[in-house]
Every structure is written in C-alpha cells, then in structure tokens.
C-alpha cells in the first residue's frame, strides 16, 4: 500500500476523526497541513473544485470525505471493524446523523464567544475565516442552529450517550469501536476544544470517560510532508485500476461530469466518469502538477452531473 497523505489542518473536526482513526488502527501516516482558508493549490490541484478537508492522499488516488476515508481505512491497520456486522446499520445511520444534524449543533456551540479559545489567533484570521466560510456556504441546503436550539440538541445527545454508556461498555455498542465512536468523538472534540463547556462533560462520567479513551487515538502525529513532495508522489504514481460502471444510464463511464456535494461546500469537481454506483463516485482528471489522478467520493450525500 502506498503511503497514507493526510491535507488537513489541527483545527478541522473531520480531521481528527480521521487521525483518530489513524491512532486506533496504528497506521503511520504522512501530514499535510494546509491553511484554515482558500487557497490550498497543491490540496486543490489533486482534487479540483472540492475544498472539504480533510483529504486522503494514497499515491494517484484521492479520497474525499470522512464517510469514504474511513470506508478505504476499515482493513488496514489492526483492531475490529469500524462496521460491526450486528451493529453496522445503526452505527452508520448514526454516524451519518452526527456528521451533519450534530455538526452545525456542533459549529453553534463552538463558535460562542466564551467557547471560541485560541482557535483564530488575531481578529485578522477570524475575518478572513468569515470570508472564506461565506463563500463556501453559497449554494449550501442547510439550515443552521440557533444558540438555543443547539444547547438543547447537545444537552439531549450527551444524555442519551451517558444512558448508552452506563452499563459499562467501553464504547457506543460493545466492547469494540465503531464508525459511530469516532463520528460521536470528533464532534465533542470540537465542541469542547475551547474549553468554556467542560463541565457539560465533568456532570457526566460515562461520557467522560469514554472521551478520555477516543482521546488517546487522536494524540499520535503524523510524520510531516511538504506539498512538493505530496505532489510528486502523485506524479510518480499511477491511480488505482477502476472497474468502470455507472448506475445512471444518462450519465455511462466516460463522460464529462461534475461531481459535488449535495448539502454544502458544492463547489464541483470536473473529470471523466469512471464508476459511480451506490457506493462511490469515481472521476479521472489530470493536472500539470499533478498527472492524471483518481478522486473518489462517497454516493451517500454527493452526486454527479453532466459536465459538457
């Protein structure tokens, strides 16, 4: 297997789930920080108009959104399954509910005043993080949450974890971890990261307890890689064969297509359809930096375009 290329930057939730992930399986991995806002030209010359992040690099192939990175991830490295087979539905309905109810839940809370931390670092990179993220919220189909409605939602989910975790199991439905276990951490990582919330955490001791384990996953560094030699690895490589198929008879392998987010971050990626079914979304581009590359998405919350 080719080295695994993390873009990401310390800040980024979905970020940590994923280095979570990487600690809990004991996978090396190479770190590529990029900025908290536009541009990033070497993460968005692999990927082309997705600028979600984080991004997994494999050689020529590249995976975006969590959903998918942890996908390609379950059978490498050690450990159970991120998707038990007798708990796999509802670990991953709920995993796909935190990932979007829970994160702009997650997003109100964190970013109050007495919760906000050292996350900008001047009043300079907090307004360029409101541009960028204006910009990245057009053409979003989401609705975001009061202040009030987002305590009441985390107040709720953080009762019913306790609840789940009371009878003394280590995470969320047994003695082994889940997708559900890293989807759940990463949002109360995020939340709880600037501080002003801990005693939410300290009223609750199964929860508690439960953190300081998903914790421990995530404090394992990746081994740093410059943006040059990310990009060289993918010259040097060849992307992944693809068996091509498509499950849209208008849209059949080959075409020109965009591929984008359904809810937010639509921005599109352009390239030559090569899979799409209900798993994945698989296009070939090429870039002078580059060569030609695979970017692969997730079925669930993304779709595909004709593009010519």
């Known amino acids: ?11 980024s939730p979905f970020s940590e789930k994923v280095r979570a992930i990487f600690g809990a399986k004991g996978l090396s991995w190479r770190s590529l920080i990029v900025p908290m806002v536009m541009p990033r030209p070497a993460t968005i010359a692999l990927t082309g108009g997705y600028r979600r992040i984080p991004v997994l690099q494999v050689g020529a192939d590249i995976y975006c959104d969590t959903a998918l990175i942890a996908a390609y991830l379950d059978d490498k490295g ?8 007798g708990h796999r539905l509802a670990a991953q309905t709920l995993a ?10 997650a997003v109100a809370l964190r970013f109050q005043p007495e919760n906000m931390g050292s996350f900008f670092t001047d009043p300079g990179s907090a307004q360029a993080f409101a541009e960028d993220r204006a910009n990245f919220a057009q053409g979003a189909r989401v609705r975001m949450h009061s202040v009030e409605e987002a305590l009441a939602l985390y107040a709720r989910f953080l009762a019913e974890m306790e609840t789940q975790l009371a009878d003394g199991r280590r995470y969320l439905f047994g003695a082994d971890w889940s997708i559900a276990d890293f989807a759940a951490y990463h949002m109360l990582w995020f939340i709880h990261a600037g501080g002003g919330m801990a005693d939410w955490l300290a009223a609750r001791p199964h929860v508690s307890a439960w953190m300081a384990r998903m914790r421990a996953f995530g404090q394992h560094s990746g081994e740093v890689i410059s943006a040059e030699d990310a990009l060289a690895i993918a010259r040097s490589a060849d992307p992944l064969p693809v068996d091509e198929a498509s499950d849209i008879a208008a849209i059949p392998p080959g075409t020109t297509v965009d591929a984008a987010a359904l809810d937010y971050g639509v921005m599109p990626t352009r390239g030559t359809l090569l899979r799409c079914d209900t798993d994945t979304i698989v296009i070939r581009r090429e ?7 695979n970017v692969h998405f997730p079925r669930h919350g993304f779709g595909v375009t004709r593009g010519d």
């Not at 796909?96 to 839940?105: K, N, Q, Y």
């Not at 870039?287 to 590359?293: A, I, M, Q």
């Open 78 to 85: 050690a450990g159970a399954s991120l998707y038990p087979a």
């Open 1 to 11: 297997m080719a080295e695994l290329i993390l873009h990401h930057y310390p800040e």
């Open 287 to 293: 870039h002078t930096l580059t060569g030609p590359v």
């Open 96 to 105: 796909r509910w935190i990932d979007t109810e829970l994160f702009w839940t």
